[in-house]
């Protein structure tokens, strides 16, 4: 079986937290022997001071931060373009869809931002954003 389950931000911070709702879902992907992934760019946003490092760096541990490299972030400009847009707003979303794109089979992302995530990913039906 392929695939994985990625992490936007809000998804990261809810899995430090140990919100039961999302470690249902890394049970699961667990269960089906997925990879949890998040890029590089996502932690940008994790990182700050109220945040449990301890409980971070465990995490982290636990999955696999995917780079953001000059590949990636050229099919993360191409994610926007296809999806008509182009603003910072929208980058780090981007990249994380980018890295979902380049994961074999279905991918699903969990994000707090589903709309913008599926805006995204609209021309890739094998990725699905669900909302934490």
Same mark, same amino acid.
């Given at each position: 079986?392929?695939?994985a389950l ?47 490092? !301890? =409980? #971070?760096?465990?995490?982290?541990? %636990?999955?696999?931060? /995917?780079? +953001? ?48 995530? !599926? =805006? #995204?990913?609209?021309?890739?039906? %094998?990725?699905?954003? /669900?909302? +934490?």
């Amino acid at each position: 079986m392929s695939g994985a389950l990625i992490l936007d931000s809000e998804g990261l911070a809810e899995v430090v937290q140990r919100d039961p709702g999302v470690h249902e879902w890394l049970a699961a992907a667990r269960d089906a022997d997925l990879p949890v992934i998040t890029s590089a760019a996502v932690l940008v946003e994790v990182i700050h001071p109220r945040i449990n490092d !301890a =409980a #971070l760096k465990w995490t982290l541990s %636990r999955l696999r931060v /995917e780079p +953001v490299t000059r590949a990636l972030a050229r099919s993360a400009a191409t994610v926007l373009r296809t999806a008509g847009l182009h603003d910072h707003e929208y980058a780090i979303d981007a990249m994380l869809c980018a890295t979902a794109l380049s994961q074999p089979g279905r991918v699903t992302i969990l994000t707090s931002d589903a709309e913008d995530i !599926a =805006a #995204l990913t609209a021309d890739h039906p %094998r990725v699905a954003a /669900e909302k +934490v």
